[in-house]
């Protein structure tokens, strides 16, 4: 699942960065304050996803230049460490655990219907960038099996219907506070 996802973000990264322009100033504070710093690749990688939401293709080009860290190092560290995104993600990230509990419950089912609803495969993201899927190993709540978080919520006990049902409320509410503003 991972690497597949690693695979197809690799491959989404090329084909979204000629659509993609980012303002590269944005990581020049970061840049001047790591640049001559021992360990500085991974604190560096966190601050340009923490400015845009996931890491463009042209900023490790740009730390690259600036900073002299090899692309293939960046690159490395970037797919091996899940924290890191290497394309743009939702609003609402749904982690659907995939841990032996839950995959003893059917959470490979709870995928497929959220897939199904959202018109999305497992690491991609809806078109109106509302909600990225993600299947990870474990969540640490196998006795809510199966579960999925979205945000800091965790939802347990989960059935095909009910996982849509949660993601149903959520664009209630998104569209709820949309109208009010």
């Known amino acids: 699942m991972r690497i597949n996802r690693i695979q197809n973000q690799i491959r989404e990264t ?17 840049i001047k304050k790591y640049k001559n710093k021992h360990g500085n690749l991974i604190p560096l990688l966190q601050g340009v996803q923490s400015i845009y939401g996931y890491i463009p ?12 860290l090899e692309l293939s190092a960046m690159y490395g560290v ?22 032996t509990a839950c995959h003893v419950q ?13 018109k999305i495969n497992d690491g991609e993201t809806t078109e109106d960038n509302m909600f990225t899927l993600e299947s990870v190993a474990c969540l640490g709540c196998c006795s809510l099996a199966p579960v999925m978080m979205i945000g800091e919520e965790t939802y347990g006990k989960l059935t095909n219907k009910s996982s849509v049902k949660v993601i149903k409320n959520i664009k209630i509410q998104e569209s709820k506070a949309t109208n009010k503003e």
């Open 14 to 30: 090329e084909e979204e960065s000629s659509k993609l322009v980012e303002d590269l100033s944005l990581i020049d504070l970061l």
């Open 57 to 68: 293709r042209d900023a490790f080009f740009k730390l690259n230049k600036e900073v002299g």
């Open 78 to 99: 970037a797919t091996f460490y899940s924290q890191f995104r290497l394309n743009p993600v939702g609003k609402h990230i749904i982690k659907v655990c995939h841990g």
């Open 106 to 118: 059917d959470a490979s089912k709870i995928t497929d219907a959220l897939m199904d609803s959202l």
